[in-house]
């Protein structure tokens, strides 16, 4: 696709993307896209009437979070990506040739106030990668029994705390906590000293399901409406000591952060990948009649306060072991009912060499091998004023699709 | 408080509670109070000027759920109670001597269509009752060390799933998943076949608190707005497969069930009690300088679908060794940000005695020591066609101030 429209060629943002966002102006909030470096205010293409052939309500681009636009249903939705497609088409005069609109909708995206993209009523954080799930059991429990027996036969998942995800940009303090030293008799109070990234994606549900109802492998993807960056934060010694038997709670819920821009399923299609080989065999709820995963480069970079800034992760969504589809799929077999907005997260994606784990935990080996920063530092976790950033695109054929980034800088300790 | 208004001497709802729920009306949902057998519609209250005195929006009792009128703030709110308690008082003619108003505000409880009381953002499930912990211990790990190393340091909780928490009279179908027998080589799907009932009680959240700050135990009772009776239902054998490491997921979202009134921390006052003794001693962040336990006696009754009902339970919320207080004081020592309307359950609430065990788990001691039924049948666990009752009330000095019940009837697996 050519477009009347400057696009830098390494943009994640081709006209093959057009996802969608939450920004702010004049105090409001308002829907958007992003095409190459320009935020493209939707609410100001709907008035001009730009989207007259698409059944969509007056203020739907001018709400607070895009929960109500992705509720009216795919062939809605995918109709408003593939007309803005159009509209910024070589071909298209419409928007071209309009420069009162041109002024109003195009904005520089450097500056612009990204809000969150959704209202998230409810979040679950998945244990999908079987490199971490590996590196973790191989570290804390058993080198020849890392996996736990259920992990080859079940996406495991927990339920996570919805309100602390942020958008990108948003600094998060080192959370407090109890921990308790190996060789102490007693927990003692303060700041995390363990702090590490989890490099994820996550998904947003797209479709509602009832309570009772479940969601097959087949239909879930019809249910997911997009994906974005995920960092799940991680006290590791709060969780080392709070996690039994409950699983992990105050190491997680002090934050979350994700990149501001949803890119759809349908911009993803042409990276989709083929899964791991599942063996032992899934139950017939979980099998795959095709490829459910994504070829999508991750990568980690810290940068320190100074600005030395240094990649510690290359790795790559391809090689979850279990897909979306099944994560979804098994979520809701009990019934459980999703909403739109409902956000889910993969786990930590760690690929299968050192300089693909996603955490530094995996990293540095709880420690054991500390990173090197181009400032001549030295890093076995996050320390306070480090800036960590996440980035996550596509490319075949010379097309790109991507995420952009998600930022978050670590404050001290309250 | 005597009333010109006729209150059952044993109701639940005496004047001395007024609290606050969600009903339906010709379609419509509006806020109310309960005062012993009537429902009264707050709406046509405020609408007719009785509320006159008070700072509260026109439209704020024909909400779907109570939040806005919870983050009004205590002044507002226990004014609004207080004032509902003047215009019952019998020597107050305001509503009494006003035919029309009261034909319109008065309603039969028996028979009205109840709903949620708040939208739920976040939903937190603690494990708080030292008797529960130690009959878990006890039956799934060793005898001598029941507890594990941080439960009398922590609170410990978890965070569930809020989309399916739904109101008394709903009914749940038996879940599916995976389970595995412990001689069996792989897991099996189908229909849990330890279906089973947690008899806990839940905190509404009435102020939220930013992201980045703490809530002390000083001042979490002015964040809480007040409680209801909750039914964390559980798939025994769904559980035991899924939990290993990171908590309990399908066994636990496919729905828990509360009572529809809201009874205010207010109404709780006068029957506040000393919590057991906390030894080894809590850090400082979680001492307490006052009680902040209830007395609220709790009852769990299975009826059959034959009508035959039989109380399994009686249990009291003073048992509790972790009050709520130190539950949203360690919820949000790590920053974690609570809005109103979450709702943070106490985990299952056993006494010392098999009487008083708060779920068949521990009454039958996993199934070891069925319960026999008035029609002869006997339960292990939670059958097809079976409801689960719960209620609660507090008295004191002549005084009764209680929740009415969550009522739930199983069926069968889809």
């Known amino acids: 696709m050519i477009s009347w429209f400057e696009i830098p060629e390494d943009s994640d943002f081709s006209l093959a993307n057009i996802p969608f966002g939450i920004f702010r102006t004049e105090g409001r909030p308002r829907a958007a896209t992003r095409i190459g470096d320009s935020v493209i205010d939707l609410d100001v293409l709907h008035k001009a009437g730009l989207f007259s052939g698409i059944n ?64 998230v009523g409810d979040y679950t954080d998945f244990y999908s990668s079987r490199e971490h799930a590996t590196n973790v059991g191989t570290m804390f429990r058993d080198p ?31 959370p407090k906590g109890q921990t308790k030293a190996d060789d102490a008799e007693l927990p003692t109070f303060g700041p995390s000293r363990l702090l590490d990234f989890e490099l994820e994606m996550a998904f947003i549900v797209g479709k509602s399901n009832d309570l009772g109802t479940s969601v097959s492998v087949e239909e879930a993807e019809d249910h997911i409406f997009g994906m974005v960056v995920f960092n799940d934060w991680s006290a590791r010694d709060i969780q080392k000591w709070e996690y039994v038997p409950l699983g992990p709670f105050l190491a997680k819920n002090f934050g979350s952060s994700i990149s501001p821009w949803i890119v759809t399923m349908e911009a993803l299609e042409q990276f989709r990948s083929p899964s791991p080989k599942q063996e032992p065999a899934v139950l017939p709820y979980l099998e795959m009649k095709k490829d459910h995963n994504f070829d999508i480069n991750l990568e980690a970079i810290i940068e320190t306060e100074s600005g030395a800034a240094k ?15 099944q994560q979804l799929a098994h979520h809701t077999i009990n019934g459980c009912n999703m909403n739109v907005g409902d956000m889910c997260a993969s786990g930590t994606i760690s690929g299968p060499t050192p300089d693909s784990y996603g955490s530094m935990l995996e990293i540095t080996w709880r420690g054991s091998k500390p990173i090197s920063m181009p400032d001549g530092t030295e890093r076995k976790f996050i320390q306070d004023g480090d800036t960590v950033i996440m980035k996550a695109f596509c490319e075949k054929d010379g097309k790109r699709v991507g995420f952009g980034e998600v930022r978050t800088k670590v404050l001290p300790a309250v």
Chains 1, 2 share one sequence.
């Open 144 to 174: 020849n029994n890392a996996l736990l027996p259920n992990w080859l036969h079940i996406p495991v998942g927990y339920h996570g705390r919805a309100s602390s995800i942020v958008i990108s940009g948003t600094p998060l303090h080192r």
């Open 311 to 325: 990649t510690v992760s290359n790795s790559n969504f391809k090689h979850m072991y279990w897909s979306m589809a």
């Open 56 to 119: 969509l309500p007056e203020e739907i681009f001018s709400q607070s979070v895009l929960n109500d636009f992705i509720a009216l249903g795919k062939p809605t939705t995918n109709r408003t990506r593939e007309r803005i497609q159009e509209l910024f088409d070589a071909s298209n005069g419409e928007l071209r040739d309009n420069w009162a609109t041109r002024v109003d909708a195009i904005r520089k995206a450097d500056g612009t106030d990204m809000l969150m993209p959704v209202r």
